[in-house]
């Protein structure tokens, strides 16, 4: 199981102090503020993951600077990801996310979708489908949550069998990642219980 550190609204110098400590995958929701992280950061050979909802005018960003996207949820967004791939960079590693819960706040395809997205990630020689990524509501009853988290585990389990090199399942926070191991969670995404309350959001671009 591995550990993604959630530094979105953490300035460069937290991020640092974390990778100091051995900490080497870190996590981004916003495409703007991310990117000038990840400069500021480039001495240290990290690992960036785009975890936040894409518009499609941010995918050229995303292709270039990140190691891995993890909030694939429509079908529109592969081919400019593929496209903006540097060729000399390794295949983005790519999740495509779930909405588990049919929240209608909360981005992700449903589950009927998972193949098709698949089998068009799968198309592209610059992107390698990695897995599954979900966020499930939050829901005060621990059993609805893991009922969540086993839905996903299934789901999961479906798509390794059909496509060779599917090996994570990203689902799991500070506050309930102990279920989502339990479930089967691969890599866990954790912000508040590694950097503490985040800092006020200020304006920013996605």
């Known amino acids: 199981m591995d550990l993604l550190a959630v530094s979105k609204t953490q300035p460069a110098e937290r991020v640092r102090a974390l990778a100091a400590l051995g900490q080497r995958a870190f996590g981004e929701n916003y495409v703007q503020e991310a990117v000038v992280k990840i400069a ?3 001495d240290l050979d990290l690992t960036w993951h785009f975890i936040g909802p894409l518009q499609s005018n941010k995918c050229a960003d995303v292709a270039r600077h990140f190691d ?3 909030s694939l949820d429509r079908a529109r967004l592969v081919a400019p990801l593929a496209r903006y791939r540097p060729p000399q960079a390794p295949p983005l590693n790519v999740l495509i996310q779930v909405n ?7 981005s992700g395809c449903s589950p009927g979708d998972i193949d098709g997205l698949a089998e068009l990630v799968r198309a592209q020689p610059t992107l390698r489908l990695r897995g599954l990524m979900a966020i499930p509501q939050p829901h005060p009853d621990e059993a609805k949550r893991r009922s969540a988290f086993s839905r996903m585990r299934r789901l999961f389990e479906r798509l390794r069998e059909g496509c060779p090199g599917v090996d994570t399942l990203s689902m799991g926070m500070s ?3 102990e ?3 339990a479930e089967g969670a691969t890599l866990v ?3 508040s219980a590694l950097f503490g309350p ?3 959001a200020g304006r ?3």
């Open 40 to 42: 500021a950061c480039a």
């Open 68 to 70: 891995w996207m993890q």
């Open 100 to 106: 588990i819960d049919a929240e209608a706040s909360k």
């Open 175 to 177: 506050d309930d990642l």
């Open 179 to 181: 279920q989502a191991i």
């Open 189 to 191: 995404r954790v912000g």
């Open 198 to 200: 985040r800092p006020p």
């Open 204 to 206: 920013r671009a996605g």
